[in-house]
C-alpha cells in the first residue's frame, strides 16, 4: 500500500511513536470534526451538495481552507474524494448526520461545546472532589441542564446516539415476560421505554426523569403507537416514588453520581418494585475480560463531567449491599456495554 492511499488509522496504528502523535493530535480532529458536525458540512455534501466550490459558498468558507479541512476528513475515513473536488460521505461520516439512528453528531456537539470548557478544568479537577461542571459552573450538570435548554435537547439527542450505538443489543436480553409494569428511571427521551414496550404487547410502562426532559418527550410519545402503555412522570429520583412497578431500568444512570448518591437512587428504586421485581443496570464496567472497550474513556468522562465513576462488580456489590439489593447476574453483552440484573434481599 503506497503511503498515500494510507488514512489516519492505518497510518498512526503503525509504531508506538505515531501512536502517540496521534493521540496528541486528537484535539484537533475532534474540533475539526466539531466544526463539520455544527456549520452542517456533513449534512450538505449527504444531502447531494458534493462540488467543492459550492460548498465553500454555501458554508461561506475559503475554498482553498475546505479544501484542506476535506482532505483531513479523507484522511479520518469521514469522506472520500470520488471525483477532482467532490466528496461523499463514507460510512464512518454518515455516523455524523444529525437525528439518524445511531448518530454521534450530538456527541460531536456536546464534547465539542461545555464539556471542552469542563474539560479545561482538568487540573483543578484532580487536585479537588469536585466535578468539572461545579468547577465551571458552578453546579452539577443535572441542574445546569434544567436551565440550558439548548444544551439540554443536544444532551439528550447524544444520549440516544450513545444508547443506539451500544445497547440496543442490550435490551434484547432482558427478560419482561412475566413483568406486567415496568419503569425506566432517568430513561431520558423514552427511546428505550418505547422498545420494550413495543416488543412486549403485554407491558405497561413509566418513563421517569426530570421535568425538562419530560416535557420534551411528551411531544415525541404523541407519535408513539402504543402511547396509551406509556406514562410520563417528571420528578427526582433522589426522592421515594410513587409508583410500584415489576422492573426498573436504570440505564446509564449510577455512573453519573458518587456512592452516596447512587445508594440513595438505589434504594428508592428497590422500595418502588414489587415482589420479586427486579432492576436493570445497563453500565460500563471495569473489570478483567469483561471491561467494554469504552468504559475507561467514560469513566474519565466521568470523572471530569460529574461526580460519578464507572465501578468494579466488586464496587457495585457494595452498593447493592447498601441498598438493600443483592446481584442476580451480570454480562457484557456487545462489548460496549453492560447488563447487570439485581434483586432484592
Ligand atoms: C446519562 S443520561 C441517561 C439517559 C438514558 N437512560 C439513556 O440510557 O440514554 C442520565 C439521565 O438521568 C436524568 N436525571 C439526572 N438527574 C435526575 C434526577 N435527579 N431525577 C430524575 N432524573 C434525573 C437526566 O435527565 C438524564 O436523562
Same mark, same amino acid.
Given at each position: 500500500?503506497?503511503? &498515500?492511499?494510507?488514512?489516519?488509522?492505518? =497510518?498512526?496504528?503503525?509504531?508506538?511513536?505515531?501512536?502517540? @502523535?496521534?493521540?496528541?493530535?486528537?484535539?484537533?480532529?475532534?474540533?475539526?470534526?466539531?466544526?463539520? =458536525?455544527?456549520?452542517?458540512?456533513?449534512?450538505?455534501?449527504?444531502?447531494?451538495?458534493?462540488?467543492?466550490?459550492?460548498?465553500? $459558498?454555501?458554508?461561506?468558507?475559503?475554498?482553498? +481552507?475546505?479544501?484542506?479541512?476535506?482532505?483531513?476528513?479523507?484522511?479520518?475515513?469521514?469522506?472520500?474524494?470520488?471525483? *477532482?473536488?467532490?466528496?461523499?460521505?463514507?460510512?464512518?461520516?454518515?455516523?455524523?448526520?444529525?437525528?439518524?439512528?445511531?448518530?454521534?453528531?450530538?456527541? /460531536?456537539?456536546?464534547?465539542?461545546?461545555?464539556?471542552? *470548557?469542563?474539560?479545561?478544568?482538568?487540573?483543578?479537577?484532580?487536585? &479537588?472532589?469536585?466535578?468539572?461542571?461545579?468547577?465551571?459552573?458552578?453546579?452539577?450538570?443535572?441542574?445546569?441542564?434544567?436551565?440550558?435548554?439548548?444544551?439540554?435537547?443536544?444532551?439528550?439527542?447524544?444520549? +440516544?446516539? =450513545?444508547?443506539?450505538?451500544? &445497547?440496543?443489543?442490550?435490551?434484547?436480553?432482558?427478560?419482561?415476560?412475566?413483568?406486567?409494569?415496568? #419503569?425506566?428511571?432517568?430513561?431520558?427521551?423514552? #427511546?428505550?421505554? +418505547?422498545? @420494550?414496550?413495543?416488543?412486549?404487547?403485554?407491558?405497561?410502562?413509566?418513563?421517569?426523569?426530570? $421535568?425538562?426532559?419530560?416535557?420534551? #418527550?411528551?411531544?415525541?410519545?404523541?407519535?408513539?403507537?402504543?402511547?396509551?402503555?406509556?406514562?410520563?412522570?417528571?420528578?427526582?429520583?433522589?426522592?421515594?416514588?410513587?409508583? $410500584?412497578?415489576?422492573?426498573?431500568?436504570? &440505564? $446509564?444512570?449510577?455512573?453519573?453520581?458518587?456512592?452516596?448518591?447512587?445508594?440513595?437512587?438505589?434504594?428508592?428504586?428497590?422500595?418502588?418494585?414489587?415482589?420479586?421485581?427486579?432492576?436493570?443496570?445497563?453500565?460500563?464496567?471495569?473489570?478483567?475480560?469483561?471491561?467494554?472497550?469504552?468504559? +475507561?474513556?467514560?469513566?474519565?468522562?466521568?470523572?471530569?463531567?460529574?461526580?460519578?465513576? =464507572?465501578?468494579? @462488580?466488586?464496587?457495585?456489590?457494595?452498593?447493592?449491599?447498601?441498598?438493600?439489593?443483592?446481584?442476580?447476574? /451480570?454480562?457484557?453483552?456487545?462489548?460496549?456495554?453492560?447488563?447487570?440484573?439485581?434483586?432484592?434481599?
Amino acid at each position: 500500500m503506497s503511503i &498515500s492511499s494510507q488514512n489516519y488509522f492505518d =497510518v498512526y496504528s503503525t509504531t508506538d511513536d505515531l501512536k502517540l @502523535f496521534s493521540l496528541l493530535s486528537t484535539n484537533i480532529h475532534t474540533r475539526c470534526i466539531y466544526i463539520g =458536525v455544527k456549520d452542517g458540512l456533513f449534512l450538505q455534501i449527504e444531502s447531494g451538495v458534493e462540488d467543492l466550490n459550492i460548498l465553500a $459558498k454555501n458554508l461561506g468558507y475559503n475554498t482553498e +481552507r475546505l479544501h484542506r479541512l476535506l482532505k483531513n476528513f479523507e484522511h479520518l475515513n469521514l469522506v472520500k474524494e470520488k471525483n *477532482e473536488n467532490q466528496y461523499e460521505l463514507t460510512s464512518s461520516g454518515k455516523k455524523l448526520l444529525p437525528n439518524t439512528k445511531g448518530s454521534f453528531a450530538h456527541l /460531536a456537539l456536546l464534547w465539542g461545546e461545555e464539556f471542552q *470548557e469542563v474539560t479545561n478544568h482538568l487540573h483543578e479537577i484532580l487536585k &479537588s472532589e469536585k466535578s468539572g461542571f461545579e468547577c465551571a459552573y458552578k453546579e452539577n450538570v443535572y441542574s445546569y441542564l434544567e436551565s440550558n435548554l439548548k444544551m439540554a435537547e443536544n444532551f439528550n439527542l447524544a444520549m +440516544r446516539g =450513545v444508547s443506539e450505538y451500544c &445497547s440496543e443489543d442490550v435490551l434484547h436480553e432482558i427478560d419482561l415476560n412475566s413483568a406486567n409494569k415496568i #419503569a425506566d428511571i432517568g430513561g431520558g427521551s423514552g #427511546a428505550n421505554l +418505547r422498545a @420494550f414496550i413495543t416488543n412486549n404487547s403485554h407491558l405497561n410502562g413509566i418513563l421517569f426523569d426530570q $421535568k425538562s426532559v419530560i416535557d420534551k #418527550a411528551i411531544e415525541e410519545m404523541e407519535t408513539f403507537q402504543h402511547k396509551n402503555r406509556v406514562e410520563l412522570i417528571a420528578g427526582d429520583f433522589f426522592k421515594p416514588f410513587s409508583f $410500584k412497578v415489576d422492573v426498573i431500568i436504570l &440505564s $446509564k444512570i449510577i455512573h453519573n453520581w458518587d456512592d452516596e448518591r447512587a445508594v440513595q437512587i438505589l434504594t428508592n428504586c428497590r422500595n418502588a418494585l414489587n415482589d420479586n421485581g427486579k432492576i436493570y443496570l445497563i453500565e460500563w464496567t471495569l473489570e478483567h475480560e469483561r471491561e467494554p472497550l469504552t468504559a +475507561r474513556t467514560m469513566d474519565i468522562n466521568m470523572m471530569i463531567a460529574t461526580c460519578g465513576k =464507572v465501578r468494579s @462488580f466488586k464496587e457495585f456489590g457494595k452498593l447493592f449491599d447498601n441498598a438493600g439489593l443483592k446481584f442476580s447476574q /451480570a454480562k457484557n453483552i456487545s462489548n460496549k456495554i453492560g447488563l447487570i440484573e439485581v434483586t432484592t434481599m
